[in-house]
């Protein structure tokens, strides 16, 4: 698919929110995507490990497998930026609020 990088992740998503690709590599990529956006909206500093992402490049075929750092700022016009700090891969989600992996409206709901 084509490296854009931001990416608008509601062009992947039907109307009820669920991932709709055309090729198996596109969802893996979404899913990934997803992943990130969990990690980065975990409604508190500290996220659980099983929220970790990680890396999926293979520079020189070799697994990166290196924690990718993301986070949402109003400097990114609420976007969220991701990068490996290792091999450098990394992108910009945008559009993410409210998809099924938006774990921050749980906190602004319950108050
Ligand atoms: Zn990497």
Known sequence: MAETR?????????????????STQEKNHVTYLAA??????FPAP???SEYIVKCRRRPNR?????????YVGPETD????W?????????T???WRGTLWDLSDFSTSVI
């Open 6 to 22: 931001i990416t608008d992740i509601t062009r992947f998503l039907d109307e009820k929110g669920r991932i709709v690709t055309e």
């Open 36 to 41: 990130i956006v969990l990690m980065s909206s």
């Open 46 to 48: 500290e996220y659980p």
């Open 62 to 70: 070799k697994p990166c497998m290196e924690e990718i750092i993301a």
């Open 78 to 81: 609420d976007n969220i930026i």
């Open 83 to 91: 990068m490996c700090p290792k091999c450098k891969d990394g992108g």
């Open 93 to 95: 989600i945008s559009n």
